[in-house]
C-alpha cells in the first residue's frame, strides 16, 4: 500500500529587514536608477581629433599656404577664391567652409604667420644660454628673422607689408598687437646695446631702422648669389652695432 503523498512544507515568511538596512537598501536602489537615467562620462583630457576633423585642419592649412603665395606674387585683389581654391587642389567653393570671406582668409594667413614667428621667436631666446651677452641675443634675433622673412613658409610676412591696406580698421588693430609683441621682445638687447654705447641709434629708433632694413631684404636676396643666412646676419649685425 503506497504512503499517501507528503504535503510541501509552506516556507515562513522572511523576517522584516531592520528599518536601517531597509532605508540603505532603497537608497541603493535609488542610486542605482539614478546612476542607469545619467548619460556616461566623458573621459578626462581633450577628446581625439577623429580622421575627419584632422583632414580639416590640413586642409585649411593648405589654403592659407596657397593664397599666402598667390597674396604674395599676383597681390590681394587681383587673387580669386577660385585660384585659391585650384592652388590648394580643391572646389571653387571650399575655401568658405573654412573662412567666411577673401579678407577673413588674408587675415588669418597674416595673424596666424605673425603668431608662429613670436613663438618660434621665443624658443630661439629661450635657447640662448643665461649669461648670453646682448650682442648675441641680438644676433639670434636678427638670424632668427632672416628665417621667417626668406626661410620656408615666409610668404605672410611680405604678404603683411604690402597687403597692410586690404584689412579692415578692426583687422589691423588685431595684427598689430601681434606685431609689437614680436618686436617688444628686442628692446630689452637693444636697450643694453645703447647702455654698453655699442647701439648706433636710440632704442627705439634702432628697432626701426633694424626691421626696416631686414625687412627690405624679401625685395633682393637671392640664396642662388651664393650668400647664406648665417653670413646676412653677421653683416647685418656689424651694420647695426659698433664692434
Do not use: C
Not at 583632414?55 to 585683389?77: H, I, P, V, W, Y
Amino acid at each position: 500500500m503506497e504512503s499517501p503523498a507528503r504535503r510541501p512544507r509552506a516556507s515562513a515568511p522572511a523576517a522584516p529587514l531592520p528599518p536601517a538596512r531597509q532605508r540603505k537598501a532603497a537608497t541603493s536602489q535609488i542610486s542605482t536608477a539614478e546612476e542607469e537615467k545619467q548619460p556616461p562620462r566623458r573621459p578626462r583630457g581633450r577628446p581625439r581629433k577623429t580622421a575627419e576633423e584632422l583632414d580639416d585642419g590640413n586642409r585649411r592649412r593648405k589654403l592659407m599656404d596657397g593664397a599666402a603665395k598667390l597674396f604674395r606674387t599676383q597681390g590681394f585683389a587681383a587673387t580669386s577664391t577660385r585660384d585659391i581654391a585650384a592652388a590648394a587642389g580643391m572646389h571653387s567653393g571650399s575655401p568658405f567652409y573654412h573662412f567666411e570671406s577673401k579678407s577673413a582668409l588674408l587675415y588669418a594667413v597674416m595673424s596666424e604667420g605673425m603668431t608662429m614667428a613670436t613663438q618660434s621667436q621665443q624658443q630661439a631666446l629661450d635657447a640662448l644660454l643665461a649669461q648670453a651677452t646682448p650682442r648675441e641675443q641680438l644676433h639670434t634675433l636678427i638670424r632668427h628673422h632672416f628665417e621667417i622673412l626668406l626661410g620656408p613658409r615666409s610668404s605672410f610676412i611680405p604678404v603683411m607689408l604690402y597687403e597692410w591696406r586690404s584689412l579692415t580698421p578692426a583687422q589691423r588693430k588685431g595684427i598689430a598687437r601681434i606685431k609689437d609683441s614680436y618686436e617688444a621682445a628686442w628692446m630689452p638687447a637693444l636697450q643694453a646695446l645703447a647702455q654698453q654705447g655699442a647701439l648706433q641709434a636710440e632704442p627705439g629708433v634702432a628697432r626701426l631702422f633694424i626691421f626696416g632694413a631686414l625687412n627690405w631684404a624679401v625685395q633682393w636676396f637671392s640664396p642662388k648669389k651664393g650668400k647664406s643666412l648665417d653670413a646676412l646676419t653677421d653683416e647685418a649685425l656689424a651694420l647695426f652695432i659698433r664692434t
